[in-house]
T-cell receptor
Framework: GAVVSQHPSRVICKSGTSVKIECRSL??????MFWYRQFPKQSLMLMAT?????????EQGVEKDKFLINHASLTLSTLTVTSAHPEDSSFYIC???????????FGQGTRLTVV | EDQVTQSPEALRLQEGESSSLNCSYTVSGLRGLFWYRQDPGKGPEFLFTLYSAGEEKEKERLKATLTKKESFLHITAPKPEDSATYLC?????????????FGKGTKLSVKP
């Protein structure tokens, strides 16, 4: 199946700093990628839809100025958590869908810990 | 409101003890139902897609079925390596392209 690579897998940062997470589609082009957040024992919650060459679409309650998304190419989307706080600590996962297929492929996830 | 509910929340089985996981959904228009496997600290791994009631898919010890209200993931003679959290997700009419609504998952533990 298609491969989605997410980096880094783990990151620890200090409060107030910014962290960038990368999501790459390795063997296909993805015009749309999705960013999810997952808390322990909870569902994956969609944060935003990343569209290549245009602004991301954010879900209700997600601060667009805090979670900056850039989708500059057909194989790369980035999520930057700005001015991170401990409550931003979570598991962030990206996904992409191969055009013409219904199923989505997921990255390995990034465990963010803000101290 | 579109909803996906998985049960049980956790399931402990002995190796070889077959069982089923349930995914109930209430959605306005189902475009597809997906099963994923998620290991701790990892992203979900695709297992199956089901599109219409009556459809069944199989892969090794796993078999997924679909009705108009729910889906089952049957596990036959499970092995310890089947231990993981199994996630159900639906793609609905009107949802953003590729967006999935996930259940909370069933954490399966298979003891040797």
């Amino acid at each position: 199946g298609a491969v989605v690579s997410q980096h880094p897998s783990r990151v620890i940062c200090k409060s107030g700093t910014s962290v960038k997470i990368e999501c790459r589609s390795l063997d296909f082009q993805a015009t749309t990628m999705f960013w999810y957040r997952q808390f322990p024992k909870q569902s994956l919650m969609l944060m935003a839809t990343s569209n290549e060459g245009s602004k991301a679409t954010y879900e209700q309650g997600v601060e667009k100025d805090k979670f900056l998304i850039n989708h500059a190419s057909l194989t790369l989307s980035t999520l930057t958590v700005t001015s991170a706080h401990p409550e931003d600590s979570s598991f962030y996962i990206c996904s992409a869908r191969v055009q013409g297929q219904e199923k989505a492929f997921f990255g390995q996830g990034t465990r963010l810990t803000v101290v | 409101e579109d909803q996906v509910t998985q049960s049980p929340e956790a399931l402990r089985l002995q190796e070889g003890e077959s069982s089923s996981l349930n995914c109930s959904y209430t959605v306005s228009g189902l475009r597809g139902l997906f099963w994923y496997r998620q290991d701790p600290g990892k992203g979900p791994e695709f297992l199956f897609t089901l599109y219409s009631a009556g459809e069944e898919k199989e892969k090794e010890r796993l078999k997924a079925t679909l009705t108009k209200k729910e889906s089952f993931l049957h596990i036959t003679a499970p092995k310890p390596e089947d231990s993981a959290t199994y996630l159900c997700a639906v793609h609905v009419d009107g949802g953003s392209q590729g967006n999935l609504i996930f259940g909370k998952g069933t954490k399966l533990s298979v003891k040797p």
